[in-house]
């Protein structure tokens, strides 16, 4: 009885599943379309072609791999910043904590066209416009307050023993840092790091905002416009360009997927 009155919760389930992958079977069946067949808006690909892909991995390969040069960027300059930040906060003796803790639910509240622009006054004047080093400072901004908070609340839960334990023996804060805290928060790390690497990857506000003169130094997401005209669209190339740009981010996905189920519940262990 129980399987029969559930079927149709798992029926609306694959239904809407169906409903949000759609536009991601789309985008696929353009790309594998020919330009004369596209405006037939056939479900599957009639005039079969990889002639887009081919002009995509010719047009975009500079741009896809200033994605993936931000991208890390970001995730090494997050942590880098993160890590330390939240041992800080969760370990170290200091008063304000829970004002820091809203000065980084703030930070994330600013919208990104508003620090653009901030960014673009300030990159102007010190050579950073149009620049990879200039994009990783900007991107980090946003994946920074949002590790932070992920990373404090993980070692919120981690057992004060152990830290004790360890300042007994003789370890210093670094060395507790080093050894004990960062091994232990692997999970909220990867997490951390994923959703840094998103953000990198699908940013198109700080990229158009600090592309100063559409150099080759844009990535992906500014790439994708090379093939939207005044007059003319190349939806085959563009929708090429979407599905090779998504394959990174499926791939990080799959591979620390059960990371990320373990890292979002950061801070739901207790002493």
């Known amino acids: 009885m129980q399987h029969r009155s ?7 389930g694959l239904l809407l599943t169906l409903i949000m992958l759609f536009p991601v079977y789309w985008m696929i069946n353009v790309a594998f379309t020919s330009r004369s067949a596209i405006r037939s808006g056939d479900l599957y690909p009639k005039s079969f072609t990889v002639e887009n892909f081919q002009r995509a991995f010719s ?5 896809l791999g200033t994605s993936l040069i931000i991208a890390f960027g970001v995730v090494v300059f997050t942590l880098l910043i993160a890590l330390p930040s939240a041992y800080g906060i969760t370990f170290l003796p200091r008063r304000g904590g829970k004002t820091i803790n809203f000065l980084l639910i703030v930070a994330q509240m600013i919208p990104a066209v508003v620090m653009s622009l901030g960014f673009y006054q300030i990159f102007n004047e010190i050579g ?12 980090s901004t946003v994946a920074v ?4 908070m992920l990373l404090t609340s993980f070692m919120a839960g981690m057992p004060r023993s152990l830290i ?7 370890a210093n804060k670094w060395m507790v840092f080093s050894r004990i805290v960062v091994p232990l928060s692997r999970n909220s790390i990867v997490t951390a790091s994923l959703f840094s690497f998103l953000w990198a990857w699908s940013d198109f506000m700080f990229a158009s905002t600090l592309d100063a003169g559409g150099g080759m ?3 992906i997401t500014m790439g994708l416009y090379d093939y939207i005209g005044a007059q003319n669209q190349e939806w085959g190339p563009m ?3 979407a599905v090779i740009a998504s394959v990174p981010t499926a791939l990080m996905l799959v591979v620390a997927q059960k990371y990320v189920a373990a890292g979002v519940t950061a801070g739901a262990v207790k002493d």
């Open 6 to 12: 559930t079927w149709w919760k798992t029926a609306l």
């Open 59 to 63: 047009d975009q390969m500079p741009y």
């Open 128 to 139: 950073l416009l149009d620049s990879i080093p200039g994009l990783i400072v900007a991107d």
């Open 145 to 148: 307050p949002f590790a932070v």
């Open 164 to 170: 004790e334990a360890a300042e007994i023996d003789g």
């Open 217 to 219: 130094l844009r990535p």
């Open 239 to 241: 929708m090429a360009t």
